[in-house]
C-alpha cells in the first residue's frame, strides 16, 4: 500500500531568511543581534547545569588576563587547602625545619604543600605520621593531574587558530562610482598572514507586512566578496544601486527601521592552515553617510615599499564635492577606495653631495 500527499504545484515555498535566529529573535527588540565583539545577545536557559557545563570549552574562550589569574588563584587556593589539612593534622605532623622562622605553623605547611604540590622536595620538612604522609599521597596525585591538565589547556589556547581582525568602528556611505556605496574596512590584528578571505554582508530590518512588524533579512552584493591575499586592509563596499535594498533609504530610514549590518568574515590563517572567522554588526547609529574614509597608506619608503597607519583605520571624514567628481569615473575606483592615480608620496631625494 503506497501513500502519497497531494501533487504541490507552482512556486516552491521561499527559505527563511532569518539566520536562525528565529521569528521571535526576529522581532523588534531593543538589542542588536550580534555585538560588535561577533558575541550573541541570546541565551540558553533551563539546561541541567551538570550537562551544560564545559570546562574545557570555557578555559579556552577566556582571555588570557582572566587565564593567568584562574591559574595563578587556583595554584595558591590548592596549596591553602592542603596547608589548612598538613596543619590540621596536628602539630607534630610536620617535622624538619621549625615553625617559627617560616612564619608560623600554617606558612610552614603552605610553603611545605608548595613543594610537594610542584614535586621540588627540599627535604627541609618532612611528613611524620599516617595523617600526613596520606595527606601527601593526595597531594601529589592532584599536583601530577592539576599540571598535565593545565598544560595540555595552555597548549590548546596556543594551538587554537584563531582571527583578530580589526574592524572599523563605523561604516560610511560615500560616494561610489557616480552613485554612492556602503562600506567599512578592516585590517588583520596579527602578523601572521589571512589568505582566501571571503565576506557576507546580510541588511536586517524591521518591515511591515500584512499589518505586522517583521525582522528581514537581505544578504548585500558585493563589490568584491573574496579576497585571495589580506597583506594591508580591505575596503568592503556595496553599491547602492537600483537592485540595493538600501535604495532610497536616508540616515532617519535606517533608524526606523531598526536595521543592522551583520558581517561574516571567513579566511585561512596561513600558519595553521586552518579556517578562521570573526564577526561583527553595524546599527544606524554606527554609520556615516556623506563621509568617507581618510586614506590610510603612509607615503612610500625609501626602499620603495608601501605600508598603511592601522591607527587610521577609524577615521572618516566629511565627503568632498571633489570626491563626488572623482567617484564618477568609473575606470579608476579600486576596492581598496583610492583610485589608480593614487600614488603615495615617495621620499624626498639625498641633497647632493658637494664636489660632485
Known sequence: MTVSGPRVTGVAAEEPKDLGFGAVVGQENAQRLLNRDGSFNVRRNGLPRLASLSLYHALLGLSWPKFIGLLVGGYLGINMVFGAAYTACGPNALGGAAAAPMGGAFLRAFFFSVHTFATIGYGNVVPEGLAANLVVTLETIVGLLGFALATGVLFARFARPTARVVFSNRSVVAPYRGRTGFMFRL??????????????????????????????????????????????????????????????????????????????????????????????????????????????????????????????????????????????????????????????????????????
Open 187 to 356: 585590517v588583520n590584528g596579527r602578523s601572521s598572514q589571512l589568505i582566501e578571505l571571503d565576506m557576507k554582508v546580510l541588511f536586517s530590518r524591521i518591515e511591515e507586512r500584512g499589518g505586522v512588524r517583521l525582522r528581514t533579512y537581505d544578504q548585500l552584493k558585493l563589490e568584491r566578496a573574496h579576497v585571495v591575499f589580506f597583506p594591508l586592509s580591505w575596503t568592503v563596499v556595496h553599491p547602492i544601486d537600483e537592485s540595493s535594498p538600501l535604495w532610497g533609504l536616508t540616515d532617519a530610514d535606517l533608524h526606523m527601521c531598526d536595521s543592522e549590518f551583520l558581517v561574516l568574515m571567513s579566511g585561512i590563517d596561513e600558519t595553521f592552515a586552518q579556517t578562521v572567522h570573526a564577526r561583527t554588526s553595524y546599527k544606524a547609529s554606527e554609520i556615516a553617510f556623506n563621509s568617507r574614509f581618510v586614506n590610510i597608506y603612509n607615503p612610500r619608503s625609501a626602499d620603495g615599499s608601501e605600508s598603511i597607519d592601522v591607527e587610521r583605520l577609524h577615521e572618516i571624514q566629511p565627503v568632498s564635492e571633489m570626491d563626488h567628481a572623482i567617484a564618477t569615473d568609473t575606470a579608476t575606483w579600486h576596492h581598496t577606495g583610492h583610485f589608480t592615480s593614487f600614488v603615495p608620496p615617495s621620499p624626498p631625494p639625498d641633497p647632493p653631495q658637494a664636489g660632485v
